[in-house]
């Protein structure tokens, strides 16, 4: 496969996603002119320098339109002579269609291509990678079960994922009725404008500014009873959270409140425990401190997945520091043991 191919099926694909965010956009008319500008800042953000015509817009609609492409309900517009360009369908995206031919392709000239970093150091992300997307999108050869990833199929919010991954891509404010079971299982209406979505003990979070708290709220997938995007309201963009390292100081995706301070927590844990906490650290910031006396630290914000996690841990492992954190996981297990037995006299 040589790089001018490569390049060439690159640059036809950046162009396809850019006027699907245009045909999916229902706030602005785009019109030819418009469509080809769209291509060509799309195409300069991934460092291309091809400009793009208005005969090459066209053949790339025409593709889009056949069963080669994926058939996307394209609707003409007229506005005097001219003409804009937009979806009949409000929810349709080449986003959410099967992969086509070329696509499949495409997708194993890509895996072809990170196989080559396959064994480097600090690239281990690659193998799951790889695997992940020959087997989910049936890309091996051999038909045969031999990989399952974990999913809960069964989970709640799942049919939201693409609408909410493509609003915050696509910088649309979102309408969302919310099931808060803080509050008693009450349903809230938010409009939400959406910024990152994260995965976490396989469930799946959105982030993005609550436009009626003023702030960064965590919306569970699965808790939403129902959203849409909201085509009234003007999309306020992200200028102040780094989401890339907005979770370096927690274990999980609950923000704990700013006067809760990063810990060093010191960990013991049991001999047959300690070389799969090893294996697989609580935290990036895990740290040995002995390995005769199996012991680690971890530098975080304790919240309620740091809690739920070291329970987790049952008699394998004791906190040994800060007493505060030691306090909390003594109450916690106080609790859960009169859950169990009977609660004793004071005498002994």
Same mark, same amino acid.
């Given at each position: 496969?040589?790089?001018?191919?490569?390049?060439?099926?690159?640059?036809?694909?950046?162009?396809?996603?850019?006027?699907?965010?245009?045909?999916? @956009?229902?706030?602005?008319?785009?019109?030819?002119?418009?469509?080809?500008?769209?291509?060509?800042? !799309?195409?300069?953000?991934?460092?291309?320098?091809?400009?793009?015509?208005?005969?090459?817009?066209?053949?790339?609609?025409?593709?889009?339109?056949?069963?080669?492409?994926?058939?996307?309900?394209?609707?003409?517009?007229?506005?005097?002579?001219?003409?804009?360009?937009?979806?009949?369908?409000?929810?349709?995206?080449?986003?959410?269609?099967?992969?086509?031919?070329?696509?499949?392709?495409?997708?194993?000239?890509?895996?072809?291509?990170?196989?080559?970093?396959?064994?480097?150091?600090?690239?281990?992300?690659?193998?799951?990678?790889?695997?992940?997307?020959?087997?989910?999108?049936?890309?091996?050869?051999?038909?045969?079960?031999?990989?399952?990833?974990?999913?809960?199929?069964?989970?709640?919010?799942?049919?939201?994922?693409?609408?909410?991954?493509?609003?915050?891509?696509?910088?649309?404010?979102?309408?969302?009725?919310?099931?808060?079971?803080?509050?008693?299982?009450?349903?809230?209406?938010?409009?939400?404008?959406?910024?990152?979505?994260?995965?976490?003990?396989?469930?799946?979070?959105?982030?993005?500014?609550?436009?009626?708290?003023?702030?960064?709220?965590?919306?569970?997938?699965?808790?939403?009873?129902?959203?849409?995007?909201?085509?009234?309201?003007?999309?306020?963009?992200?200028?102040?959270?780094?989401?890339?390292?907005?979770?370096?100081?927690?274990?999980?995706?609950?923000?704990?409140?700013?006067?809760?301070?990063?810990?060093?927590?010191?960990?013991?844990?049991?001999?047959?425990?300690?070389?799969?906490?090893?294996?697989?650290?609580?935290?990036?910031?895990?740290?040995?401190?002995?390995?005769?006396?199996?012991?680690?630290?971890?530098?975080?914000?304790?919240?309620?997945?740091?809690?739920?996690?070291?329970?987790?841990?049952?008699?394998?492992? !004791?906190?040994?520091?800060?007493?505060?954190?030691?306090?909390?996981?003594?109450?916690?297990?106080?609790?859960?043991?009169?859950?169990?037995?009977?609660?004793?006299? @004071?005498?002994?």
């Amino acid at each position: 496969m040589t790089g001018d191919y490569m390049a060439t099926n690159k640059n036809a694909s950046i162009r396809y996603r850019a006027l699907d965010k245009c045909f999916r @956009d229902f706030h602005h008319r785009y019109f030819i002119e418009d469509l080809i500008e769209k291509c060509e800042e !799309e195409l300069e953000s991934f460092n291309f320098s091809a400009s793009v015509s208005r005969r090459q817009i066209f053949d790339d609609i025409r593709f889009m339109e056949s069963f080669a492409g994926w058939t996307i309900p394209l609707d003409r517009i007229k506005d005097g002579k001219k003409t804009y360009y937009r979806y009949s369908d409000r929810n349709f995206s080449i986003n959410k269609q099967p992969l086509t031919d070329e696509e499949a392709q495409q997708l194993k000239t890509m895996i072809i291509t990170l196989d080559r970093f396959r064994g480097l150091p600090s690239n281990e992300w690659v193998d799951e990678v790889i695997s992940n997307l020959e087997w989910r999108f049936n890309l091996k050869g051999n038909n045969e079960k031999v990989v399952s990833f974990e999913q809960n199929q069964n989970l709640k919010g799942l049919d939201k994922l693409n609408v909410v991954l493509d609003a915050a891509s696509n910088h649309q404010p979102l309408h969302i009725i919310y099931k808060n079971y803080k509050e008693g299982g009450i349903e809230e209406n938010v409009v939400l404008h959406p910024y990152h979505v994260k995965q976490f003990n396989n469930r799946w979070f959105l982030f993005g500014l609550n436009q009626d708290r003023n702030q960064i709220s965590n919306l569970a997938l699965d808790r939403i009873i129902s959203v849409s995007i909201a085509d009234d309201i003007r999309f306020i963009p992200n200028t102040g959270v780094d989401f890339e390292h907005y979770f370096d100081d927690i274990v999980g995706v609950t923000i704990p409140k700013d006067e809760v301070v990063k810990e060093h927590i010191v960990l013991k844990f049991t001999k047959q425990r300690f070389p799969y906490v090893t294996s697989k650290p609580i935290h990036l910031s895990q740290h040995t401190i002995s390995e005769e006396d199996c012991t680690i630290s971890i530098d975080v914000r304790p919240n309620r997945e740091l809690t739920a996690q070291l329970l987790s841990f049952g008699p394998d492992v !004791e906190i040994l520091s800060p007493d505060g954190v030691r306090e909390q996981i003594s109450k916690k297990i106080e609790e859960n043991f009169k859950k169990y037995f009977p609660v004793q006299n @004071d005498c002994t």
